[in-house]
């Protein structure tokens, strides 16, 4: 049984950063995917982005909005995702996702993933 726990969310202004993480435990990252989504009340989850087990190759869906960059780092179990020039419609409730897969791919659609953590939410203020 995988188990991911976000953490790094909190309230922050417009155009401010902040780095979320999600630990993983019951599997190294080298056998699994991990994948960056976000939901809004009453909209669906939206796919950020994911890295690969086998060899951290990433891929951004919407270009990671062109200020999400993903990473991570393998000795903690941790994925990263970086948030920079916060907008008020970033505002959300941010999961990571993992997929049981020794693979060099990853993919951006929740249907693929079975294990969910149970969010960080992000309150972007104007």
């Known amino acids: 049984q995988v188990q991911l726990v976000e953490s790094g969310g909190g309230l922050v202004q417009a155009g401010g950063s902040l780095r979320l993480s999600c630990v993983a435990s019951?599997?190294?990252?080298?056998?699994?995917?991990i994948g960056w989504f976000r939901q809004v009340p009453g909209k669906e989850r939206e796919a950020l982005s994911c890295?690969?087990?086998?060899?951290?190759?990433?891929r951004y869906a919407n270009d990671g909005l062109g200020r999400f960059t993903i990473s991570r780092d393998s000795s903690r179990n941790t994925v990263y995702l970086q948030l920079n020039n916060l907008k008020p419609e970033d505002t959300a409730v941010y999961y990571c996702?993992?997929?049981?897969?020794?693979?060099?791919?990853?993919?951006?659609?929740?249907?693929?993933?079975?294990?969910w953590g149970q969010g960080t939410r992000v309150t972007v203020s104007s």
């Open positions: 996702a993992a997929e049981r897969n020794y693979a060099s791919v990853c993919y951006t659609h929740r249907d693929v993933y079975g294990y």
């Open positions: 019951g599997s190294t990252l080298d056998r699994i995917n």
């Open positions: 890295v690969a087990s086998v060899d951290g190759s990433i």
